[in-house]
T-cell receptor, first 111, second 114 residues
Framework: GENVEQHPSTLSVQEGDSAVIKCTYS??????FPWYKQELGKGPQLIID?????GEKKDQRIAVTLNKTAKHFSLHITETQPEDSAVYFC??????????FGPGTSLSVIP | NAGVTQTPKFRILKIGQSMTLQCTQD?????MYWYRQDPGMGLKLIYY???????DKGEVPNGYNVSRSTTEDFPLRLELAAPSQTSVYFC?????????????FGPGTRLTVL
């Protein structure tokens, strides 16, 4: 069945460094790939997304890349700040608008 | 718009008790979802609905029931609470189609079953 793998499960970086989280999906029909940030005690919130007709999208310090051939997509955070510390979930939306979430990455930015 | 609202925020139940978790959205979204999130884990889909009057099981539906009588509301019912249902429950809504795929989440309900 459909599955999204996400790596790493935990990530610690020094403030100012970059962080990269990678996801792999299995459904070739998937056409939309959102990323969510979940802060402690809150619900997930969309931070950036990418559609299958685009290879890269950037929003200030956050960027997402998509390789449809390899079925990989990645989240890149540059110049990390302590407030970037959170759990990040990737997801794919494919057949019948069904959303499949990855297991999450816990990012810690060390001041 | 208030977005997705959930009540209550916290609840403690005794084993065997019943309760309903409320979820309302004011974005006129067709799709609504219920997830549970255990400590340190990802989101697991319990039930979802593609529109009023239509519901379907997700990955972990056992012990739960839902209904969707209106577009706005999607309550989740626990009939006989068990300790395994201790979790944080999130409701989400989503428009349908190429331009409206984003899921919007509520703030969650933290449930403890003792």
């Amino acid at each position: 069945g459909e599955n999204v793998e996400q790596h790493p499960s935990t990530l610690s970086v020094q403030e100012g460094d970059s962080a990269v989280i990678k996801c792999t999906y299995s459904d070739s029909a998937s056409n939309y790939f959102p990323w969510y940030k979940q802060e402690l005690g809150k619900g997930p919130q969309l931070i950036i997304d990418i559609r299958s007709n685009v290879g890269e999208k950037k929003d200030q310090r956050i960027a997402v890349t998509l390789n449809k051939t390899a079925k990989h997509f990645s989240l890149h955070i540059t110049e990390t700040q302590p407030e970037d510390s959170a759990v990040y979930f990737c997801a794919e939306v494919g057949s019948y608008d069904k959303v499949i979430f990855g297991p999450g990455t816990s990012l810690s930015v060390i001041p | 718009n208030a977005g997705v609202t959930q009540t209550p925020k916290f609840r403690i139940l005794k084993i065997g008790q019943s309760m309903t978790l409320q979820c309302t959205q004011d974005m006129n979204h067709n799709y609504m979802y219920w997830y549970r999130q255990d400590p340190g884990m990802g989101l697991k889909l319990i039930y979802y609905s593609v529109g009023a009057g239509i519901t379907d099981k997700g990955e972990v539906p056992n012990g739960y029931n839902v209904s969707r009588s209106t577009t706005e509301d999607f309550p989740l019912r626990l009939e006989l609470a068990a300790p395994s249902q201790t979790s944080v429950y999130f409701c989400a809504s989503q428009g349908a189609g190429w331009d409206t795929d984003t899921q919007y989440f509520g703030p969650g309900t933290r449930l403890t079953v003792l």
